[in-house]
């Protein structure tokens, strides 16, 4: 019942994407921007916000992100690595202590510890969730990822990492901003690359049994993560090098359905779903008290559905 409610949500709220093509000096004005590939966060065992056991959809954004950082640094293309760094006195609130500085948890997985000595490669210890305000420095308000754009006269961000309905987010939302109030020229695009992103799963039955914690089904938070980012503006595309032994992709396709082009929506209790989330225009008022009523009915037949209850 919950993969076919996310199946639902993500007919409903579709993330488009593309095929972008990696080559010549058109692909030097790409930046990539790697967000939190921490052990903190992405190796088992790590520490209280690392995975507790072997996660597929965090293992396969490693994987991806340390290939895609590989072939950055090979070109000598420009790469920006955000960790994840606390102050072990200084909480980041609602979160339990995480990443604190000196420790191996702030540090870089090992599949990307070679970015260290990378001269291609900049590093940026972060102490909130914002990448881009984590670039500011405290003390004479410069921003290194701002600076990092312009020396390298940046005109498209690919970015990556983890989680993609938390730090990505928060930092794509931020840099479209500044883009869009003319703080990052040269930059025109950010592009999200899905397949290298990735978020936590905590299912409600255990949210449940901890103070002061609200459940992240995994599949759900992450795809939802990419639908608010492409309405911030960022794009989407499936990653292709010329030249190098990368899988092609099609045109166009739906990110995780595999479907090719646009669907018209079918009638089924996902219209509702719909319409509570894209709050519903009603002409006759008089409407409004009776489809207030329905919606707060199929808003509880829908949390039992993707809580499992």
């Not at 993330?15 to 790409?30: P, Y």
């Not at 604190?100 to 948890?105: L, N, R």
């Not at 972060?126 to 701002?146: A, R, W």
Request: aromatic residues 6%.
């Amino acid at each position: 019942m919950v993969s076919q409610a996310i199946d639902l949500l993500k007919k409903e709220l579709p993330v488009e994407e593309g095929r972008l093509l990696l080559n010549g000096d058109g692909a030097k004005t790409t930046g990539l921007v790697l967000v939190d590939l921490v052990n903190g966060f992405c190796t088992v065992g790590a520490g209280n916000l690392a995975p507790k056991v072997a996660d597929k959809q965090i293992s396969e954004m490693v994987e991806e992100s340390a290939r895609i950082a590989r072939l950055f640094c090979e070109k000598k293309w420009p790469v920006l690595a955000f960790l994840d760094t606390h102050h072990p006195d200084i909480p980041e609130h609602p979160y339990p202590p995480h990443c604190i500085q000196g420790t191996d948890e702030a540090n870089l997985v090992p599949a990307l510890q070679w970015l260290e000595n990378d001269p291609s490669a900049t590093l940026r210890r972060k102490d909130c969730i914002d990448g881009f305000l984590g670039s500011i420095d405290k003390h004479d308000g410069s921003n290194v990822f701002v600076d990092w754009v312009r020396n390298n006269d940046i005109k498209r961000l690919l970015v990556v990492g983890i989680c993609t309905d938390i730090c990505v987010l928060d930092f794509v939302s931020s840099a479209l901003s500044a883009r869009n109030r003319g703080f990052l020229s040269p930059l025109e695009d950010v592009v999200v690359y899905s397949r290298a992103c990735a978020t936590y799963d905590l299912p409600l039955h255990i949210a449940n049994t901890l103070q002061d914690t609200i459940a992240h089904p995994q599949e759900l938070m992450h795809h939802i993560g990419l639908y608010i980012a492409q309405g911030r503006g960022a794009k989407f595309y499936r990653i292709a090098f010329s030249g190098l032994n990368l899988p092609e992709f099609s045109a166009r396709q739906s990110i995780s359905s595999g479907r090719t082009e646009k669907q018209a929506p079918t009638r089924s209790p996902s219209e509702l779903f719909k319409r509570m989330f894209l709050i519903p225009c009603v002409k006759d008022t008089s409407k409004l008290r009776v489809l207030s009523e329905v919606q707060e009915k199929e808003k509880k037949r829908i949390y039992h559905v993707l809580s499992g209850a």
